[in-house]
Every structure is written in structure tokens, then in C-alpha cells.
């Protein structure tokens, strides 16, 4: 609830949604409290009662939320301090015009380092080589550090341990089955080549722009097993962890 209540855009759906919520919600606040003498009876916590009407009323809660000012008051007390505190307001705006350009240089290099250190991740963590240019790729989504291409038996062998690869020959026959058509159906013996990047362009569903993510699905990312977590745009939407990348070919 605290997630929509967030937005900066907010659907009437999305607030029936949350009216819908607030009943179970409140179930399980009963229920914690008698198992964990919890005590719920806070303001912070008696708003979301009236938070759908607020967000008719009012629109997204920055509209009436103290928190995007604050930083803002310490930003005019820091100019203030800086004046001969006689006629002030023309050297402060001077001192905030200062400060805007100098927060666009930063930004401009701290964007140059992150590209930087993109460039610096990509390379393959098997030999170190040179960076690879995706050779995945489709209008709105690339594929990036790719492995040596094997066979799906490998690749179960390799994760014994995890339960979504089992029988991952038999499945994965069975699903191409399913989606594809005869014709372009490819046939065994199948050939996959593994990924641990995937860089995907989307619309966001909060205030439809265009945005970029890169998801990672690497059992050893600097040293670290990183397995993104995931949204999929199903109906209604699910939730789950990448666990691999694949492309299969067959003959």
C-alpha cells in the first residue's frame, strides 16, 4: 500500500485496488497484534485509512507531504549563510545559480563514471577479454555476457540443486512444442547458449516513460551470486527471481 501510495501517478484503479487491500490489511494487523502484542495505534498508521480519499482529493501525496521541502529549507539556510545577510535575496538566487551549474557538470561526470563502469562489468568474467557487443538483440531488449554454448543435459547437471532445472531437456522440448509452429520448430539435438545480462528497454507503467534496465542473472558477479528479481507483465502481474538466459538452436 505504502508502493501505490508512492507513485507520482496515481489510476482510480490502482486506489480501488488499494481499498480493496486496506480490509485484509487490517486482519493481519489484528492478528499480529495478539501474537506479537504489537501496537499499531499510531498516526502514521491510522492514515491509510483515509489515504484512498486523500489521493482523490489531493492527488499524489508529494501535493501535501512536507519530506520534497525539506531539503530544499537546508539548501536556502546553506545560501543564506553564505550573503552579508543585507539584501540578500540577489545573492542567494547568484549562489543557487552557481550551484545548478555545478550540479550539471556533476552530472554529466558522474554519468561519463557509470558508463565507464558499465563498460568495466561487461567483460567476461571467464578470460577477461575484451567487451562483446550483444549479439541478441531485438527492438526493445540485448543480451550481454554470453558463455560457450552447450547442451541442455549440461545444464542440468550444473544446477542439480535448483528444482526449476530439472528435467529442463524434457520441458524445454515440450514447450517449444507448444509455441511454436512445425515448420520452425527446431530439432534435436538443441544447442543452448547462456547469458547473464539481459538490457531491456520498457515503459513504465507509473508515468509511461521510456526507461532502461539491465538484469543479471550470475552466480559469481564480483565475487557475489547476483540473480535479479523480476516483474512480468502478466494478468494480473507475477513476481520472480532471473534464474538464467538462454538461446537454443537446433538443427
Known amino acids: 500500500m505504502h508502493a501505490i501510495a508512492g507513485l507520482r501517478v496515481i ?8 481499498e480493496d487491500c486496506l480490509p485484509k ?11 506479537h502484542n504489537k501496537n499499531f495505534n499510531y498516526p502514521r498508521h491510522h492514515n491509510l485509512i483515509h489515504l484512498p480519499g486523500d489521493l482523490r482529493a489531493k492527488g499524489m501525496t508529494d501535493n501535501y507531504s512536507t519530506r ?31 550551484q545548478e551549474v555545478i550540479a550539471r557538470i556533476r552530472m554529466s561526470v558522474d554519468r561519463l563514471d557509470a558508463q565507464s563502469s558499465l563498460e568495466r ?14 549479439s541478441e538483440t531485438e527492438a526493445h531488449w540485448a543480451l550481454g ?3 560457450s554454448k552447450c547442451d541442455p543435459d549440461r545444464v542440468e547437471e550444473a544446477n542439480s540443486q535448483h528444482p526449476g532445472f530439472r528435467r529442463v531437456t524434457t520441458r524445454l522440448t515440450e514447450f517449444l512444442s507448444e509455441v511454436t509452429d512445425p515448420e520452425h520448430r527446431p530439432t534435436s539435438p538443441l544447442r543452448l547458449t547462456p547469458y547473464q545480462c539481459l538490457y531491456l528497454n520498457y515503459r513504465s507503467l507509473e ?7 539491465i538484469l543479471r542473472c550470475n552466480p559469481n558477479f564480483y565475487g557475489e551470486p547476483r540473480f535479479d528479481c523480476v516483474v512480468i507483465n ?10 538464467a538466459i538462454f538461446v537454443f538452436r537446433g538443427k
Do not use: H
Open 234 to 243: 502478466t494478468a494480473p502481474i507475477s513476481f520472480g527471481r532471473l534464474q
Open 145 to 147: 555476457s554470453p558463455l
Open 68 to 98: 520534497p521541502g525539506e531539503g530544499f529549507q537546508q539548501e536556502v539556510q546553506q545560501a543564506y549563510d553564505q550573503t552579508n545577510f543585507r539584501n540578500a535575496e540577489p545573492q542567494m538566487l547568484k549562489i543557487d545559480e552557481n
Open 25 to 35: 490489511y487490517e486482519k493481519y494487523c489484528i492478528t499480529i497484534s495478539r501474537k
Open 207 to 213: 508515468d509511461w516513460r521510456e526507461k532502461r534496465d
Open 121 to 134: 562489468e561487461e567483460l567476461d568474467s571467464t578470460d577477461d577479454g575484451p567487451l562483446a557487443s550483444p
Open 11 to 18: 489510476r482510480e484503479d490502482q486506489i480501488k485496488y488499494l
